[in-house]
């Protein structure tokens, strides 16, 4: 069960109720740890011979061509880190029929050598990578080689349909490549698009991760080759991502990072990045808002309305919001709307013409789509900005449009901010953490606050997606890793 607008209790968490995780399919994991031994280590001529054992399953998983390991060795390697360290330090080990003195051992990597050449044993959490070379090479690189073996949990679905297809599995921890960090998660976010991902009908850009999450927050854990030294290790970051969010670690270019706040938790920071930036570039970069013009936002209790108002009052703009409850209408006032209107139950365009005095709407925020287009049209005003972002009620449109926006030389808009290319949300991130970010911390005015509405643990995927179908969240939903992450 989740809790509005606070964290998951700590007996949830020491419970351990969770559903049981699925491995990968054996298959891909035997063509990715031999793709690693073979790209990382024997191409390069670090290591003469090298193979792979799962601690979990406790046997030999990869090897390269010849190199064989007995199970009995397999075992005794293992044992070797949880139980014989200490012996190995002193008296070495025998592997292969060959005797090998410990140079160095610790929890992580035994060092060994004989006079033909050495031995490297390396652990992480789920495998042992163990590797013969000869005097002369440099088997320190096996360190590096064996990091991109760890695994994580991650949220995935093998089919498209209903949140029921969701369940958490562990895959292959992503590696930073060029310009890139990888941010240890602790807590992401639910999105529109994430639903419409699982449902099959919002693919992820080529080159994205196909794990759901398009925001996260975390510390950073890693650098990628090129990264500038804007991030160091440890930093506390959130993340505007084109997917791969909804998992431990995530992978994300560097110019997509924006600093969390001192006194904002990570929970709250994960409300931000895509809801806030999907609102200031609807605003700034696409509706070029001017002090004193009247904005009307659609779904004005979601995450991009509530953020949305606030960006809206910190223009010195006059927000108004459309929303199908009363207490929906009553969030949307506290965070700054000047007017909400219950488009279920009264014509919010009659409302809106009042409220303005019969002048309109400059610009309108439209996630809705066609069942709304009538009324948007009567009440946008000569000259105004209808930019339209989402299709919640779909796309099609039945009447005289363009005969209405000819009238009052009214341009439709569009945007979507997932496919935008890097350098595109690279300025994005920059002018907002310039321009808005600064109003998130403490004492300043006006002051920015994302809204939670309810924070679920990673295993209850399928229950946050449930809500938000239905409709039901004021704010943003969060999803929180697991505190073992």
Avoid at 303 to 328: C, D, F, S, Y
Avoid at 388 to 399: A, M, T
């Amino acid at each position: 069960m989740a809790t509005r607008n606070s964290a998951p209790p700590p007996a949830l968490r020491r419970r351990g109720c969770f559903p049981p995780i699925r491995n990968e399919v054996p298959g891909g994991k035997m063509n990715q740890l031999q793709a690693l031994l073979n790209d990382s280590l024997i191409r390069t001529k670090h290591v003469e011979n090298a193979a792979i054992i799962d601690i979990k399953e406790r046997k030999l998983c990869a090897s390269t061509f010849g190199f064989n390991v007995p199970p009995e060795n397999a075992l005794n390697l293992i044992d070797t880190f949880y139980k014989n360290l200490l012996q190995v330090r002193r008296g070495g080990l025998h592997f292969k029929e060959k005797y090998y003195k410990c140079v160095r051992a610790d929890e992580h990597s035994i060092y060994l050598q004989n006079p033909d050449g050495g031995l490297i044993v390396v652990k992480t959490k789920t495998f042992i990578l163990v590797a013969t070379y000869r005097v002369g090479m440099y088997p320190s690189v096996c360190v590096e080689a064996v990091e991109k073996l760890e695994k994580m949990l991650a949220v995935c679905f093998d089919c498209p349909g209903g949140p029921e297809n969701l369940y958490v599995k562990e895959v292959m921890k992503p590696h930073p490549e060029e310009g890139e960090v990888l941010v240890k998660v602790s807590a992401s976010a639910l999105n529109r698009a994430d639903l419409l991902q699982r449902r099959g009908k919002y693919p992820p850009p080529k080159g994205a991760s196909d794990i759901l999450g398009l925001e996260a927050a975390g510390s950073v854990a890693g650098l990628g080759p090129g990264c500038k030294g804007r991030w160091k290790t440890g930093d506390a970051v959130m993340a505007l991502l084109s997917g791969g969010g909804q998992a431990e670690y995530v992978t994300v270019p560097e110019g997509y990072l924006m600093p969390i706040p001192n006194d904002m938790t990570f929970i709250q920071a994960a409300a931000i990045p895509e809801a806030w930036l999907t609102a200031f570039q609807l605003l700034h970069f696409v509706g070029k808002i001017q002090k004193g013009e009247r904005v009307l936002i659609h779904a004005g209790a979601s995450g991009v309305g509530i953020a949305a108002i606030q960006l809206v009052k910190l223009a010195k703009a006059i927000p108004i919001v459309t929303a199908g409850t009363q207490e929906k209408l009553k969030a949307a006032a506290n965070a700054g709307a000047a007017a909400g209107f219950n488009y279920k139950n009264e014509d919010f365009s009659e409302k809106v013409l009042a409220f303005t005095q019969g002048s309109g709407v400059d610009i309108i925020l439209d996630c809705v789509g066609g069942s709304h287009w009538e009324k948007n049209l009567n009440c946008l005003s000569t000259d105004g900005r209808w930019i339209i972002y989402g299709l919640l009620s779909g796309g099609e449109v039945h009447g005289d449009l363009l005969a209405g926006l000819l009238s009052k030389r009214a341009s439709i808009q569009t945007s979507l901010l997932r496919s935008r290319d890097k350098e595109y949300k690279e300025r994005l991130v920059k002018a907002f953490t310039e321009d808005a970010l600064p109003y998130f911390s403490g004492g300043t005015s006006p002051h920015l606050q994302p809204v939670v509405d309810s924070v679920y643990p990673l295993h209850e995927i399928a229950e946050a997606h449930r809500i938000m179908e239905e409709n039901k969240n004021i704010g943003k939903i969060v999803i929180e890793m697991p505190a073992s992450a």
